[in-house]
């Protein structure tokens, strides 16, 4: 396995701004902790004793490497080849495994005592809950009221992996709202308490660090594409809220000219309606300490975002993204609730795979247009389970 903890060349500047994007935008009270957070994480990926241990900690907790798919059969319907990326078979059952199990690592380099973490689909809350119980550290998971009643089986779980899950009224009680939860409880606790960021969003050094440690999902996919067919993917699509499983996929692909990046946002209702289209239908502001692209009125305050999907109806993107976008080197879509349905159900009839309603929207993006392509390379992030009773509710309306 590749461990090496890359930057993308040429994006990142010493400030920690990817183009006009990123930076930090944070109260005084958090500059010390961003900093200390910093210098640590860049002294641990110089330290082969800490890459050595993540490298070991990846494959006997997470399980690593996850599986390349050829979905043959879905593939007939594409009329392109596709190749699934399988981060659903990683432990917990969703890429954010890789960032927990990282970011708990360095949090006990750090000598940090507390853990917390947002979560929007859930998935970040039970992989956090994971990685704490596993260095035997207390978590908090803030989750939006509304997340916590339609993934009511990743809360049961992170409760049963000893975490305390708080719900968050205020807002739209979405995953936007958590995140603010849990930088106030950072603000105040931020000598005992680390927290784990679960997408690449945020103030410096976070986009970098979660992009880093999810850059194992891209180092491992295009070995293996190289090795199951010879040459490069045509194109490499991934669903995008904040962006983490998308950027750990695109990342290892950056220099390759030949191969187009393509990002799928949510359209939820339609992007003249209630959506999550950040990049598609935003514009730049500051959001959560970075600058970026956000949906905002006219007055600039940020707006409600919608999907489906939990863990897309963030009203901002990773600032990587925003990079890419504006620099041309990655293109952005948007698919509907309804389509990315139609993507969830295309995948379980062809391949019996039960993909998570986010990476459905990518999958429904690849039937749509997936004939230009000759060889498609999806990022599966995550499983269905969590999502069972929001589909078949959609299938009965």
């Not at 957070?37 to 860049?42: A, D, K, M, T, V």
Request: charged letters at 20%; glycine letters at 12%; hydrophobic letters at 40%.
């Amino acid at each position: 396995m590749n461990t090496r903890l890359i930057k993308p060349e040429g994006s990142v500047g010493v400030d920690g701004r990817f183009g006009e994007f990123g930076g930090r935008y944070v109260p005084e009270s958090l500059m010390g902790a961003l900093d200390e957070l910093e210098r640590e994480w860049e002294t641990a990926r110089a330290d082969p004793g800490f890459t050595d241990e993540l490298a070991r900690l990846l494959k006997v907790v997470v399980g690593r490497p996850t599986p390349l798919y050829d979905a043959t059969r879905f593939s007939e319907r594409v009329e392109a080849r596709v190749l699934l990326k399988r981060e659903d078979l990683a432990h917990t059952g969703a890429h954010k495994i890789n960032n927990t199990v990282g970011q708990a690592l360095l949090a006990a380099r750090m000598d940090k005592s507390r853990i917390i973490a947002e979560t929007g689909a859930g998935q970040h809350g039970v992989a956090a809950a994971t990685a704490a119980a596993y260095f035997g550290l207390p978590c908090v998971v803030y989750m939006g009221a509304t997340d916590v009643e339609r993934q009511h089986l990743n809360v049961v779980r992170m409760e049963m992996l000893g975490a305390e899950v708080v719900p968050v009224e205020a807002g739209s009680a979405t995953l936007k709202d958590a995140i603010n939860e849990a930088l106030r409880d950072w603000v105040t606790n931020v000598e005992s308490t680390h927290y784990i960021i679960g997408s690449v969003v945020g103030p410096h050094p976070y986009p970098e660090l979660v992009a880093s440690l999810q850059s194992v999902i891209g180092e491992e996919a295009r070995t293996q594409v190289l090795e199951l067919t010879g040459a490069l993917p045509d194109e490499v699509v991934a669903c995008v809220g904040g962006g983490s499983n998308a950027v750990g996929l695109f990342r290892a692909f950056y220099r390759d000219d030949s191969v187009r990046i393509t990002g799928i946002e949510a359209a939820g209702e339609g992007l003249d309606k209630r959506h999550g289209a950040s990049i598609s239908a935003g514009e730049p502001g500051v959001l959560h300490g970075a600058r970026t692209m956000v949906l905002q009125g006219a007055d600039g305050r940020i707006t409600e975002a919608h999907s489906i999907s939990a863990g897309l109806d963030y009203p901002g993107v990773g600032p990587e993204h925003a990079w890419l976008a504006t620099s041309g080197r990655a293109s952005y879509q948007a698919v509907t609730d309804e389509e990315a349905l139609v993507g969830f159900k295309a995948l379980a009839e062809t391949e019996g795979i039960l993909a998570a309603l986010e990476p459905s929207h990518a999958l429904a993006h690849v039937l749509a247009h997936g004939g230009a392509s000759e060889t498609i390379l999806v990022g599966l992030s995550g499983r269905g389970d969590k999502d069972m009773t929001t589909i078949a509710r959609a299938g009965k309306g």
